[in-house]
């Protein structure tokens, strides 16, 4: 359940606030393990890791686009594995940076369900001196 309270302020001189409190549920999409993708280690490491993408309230979709923000340090790869009803996704993200220093990235991946749904991956990436 979500709820959320907006103030709304007009031109009217008898309201000049109006209060508008608004509340539903929010379906879930899919079911991402982990939560995020954290990618950690030296120069010169094979630096990557992998989410499980789960399709959730919806029997199944399909990712029809998948883009990063940046995808400056990251490239990455996302693949349909199973069958109905126990198919997912397999997100691979490996690291491309080469020089110490941290950087952050979102994917976005594209749905083809009605209406058309997008999922955020945040990416966070530490490579150590």
Known sequence: MVKEVVKIHTNDPDKKVVTVSLSGEV?????????????????????????????????????????????RDIAFTIEKQGTPPDSYFLLTVNNQKSMAGRYFDIIELETDLDPQRTIKIRVAGYIQP
């Open 27 to 71: 379906g879930l999409v899919a079911r991402l393990t982990p939560q995020m993708i954290s990618l950690r280690g030296k120069p010169g490491d094979t630096i990557s890791a992998e989410m499980k993408i789960v399709p959730a309230a919806f029997p199944d979709f399909n990712i029809v686009s998948a883009t990063a923000r940046n995808g």
